[in-house]
């Protein structure tokens, strides 16, 4: 069974930062691609970062590209979600999830098969 956690999710002010972290379980964690998403609630969820399984290959969605940094561990079977220049605008739901292949093609939500119960973001004006 892939089992996922999230932390770090919290109330933050604008401009503020956060890091997120997932620690799985249940796979050979290495050998997997993993990615961040996020939902707003009444929204679709969407992708914000994916990270290959080497560290070598990141995507980032143009609205956190330049301000997210997407890492991983892979001694520690954890990866993580560094937010920086917060904005109201991300405040969401953030899921880590990991993949069901060493490489993806696109940051999609088609290509993930494990998912954690998700973290609370909150960023006041």
């Known amino acids: 069974q892939i089992l996922l956690m999230e932390s770090g999710g919290g109330l933050v002010q604008s401009g503020g930062s956060l890091t997120l972290s997932c620690t799985v379980s249940?796979?050979?964690?290495?050998?997997?691609?993993m990615g961040w998403f996020r939902q707003i609630p009444g929204k679709e969820r969407e992708a914000v970062s994916c990270?290959?399984?080497?560290?070598?290959?990141?995507y980032y969605s143009e609205s956190v590209k330049g301000r997210f940094s997407i890492s991983r561990n892979n001694s520690a079977n954890t990866f993580y979600l560094r937010s920086n220049i917060l904005e109201p605008e991300d405040t969401a739901m953030y899921y880590c999830?990991?993949?069901?292949?060493?490489?993806?093609?696109?940051?999609?939500?088609?290509?993930?098969?494990?998912w954690g119960q998700g973290t609370q973001v909150t960023v006041a004006p």
């Open positions: 249940g796979l050979s964690f290495g050998d997997y691609s």
């Open positions: 999830a990991a993949a069901d292949r060493r490489e993806f093609a696109y940051c999609s939500e088609s290509y993930f098969k494990g």
């Open positions: 990270i290959n399984w080497t560290g070598s290959r990141t």
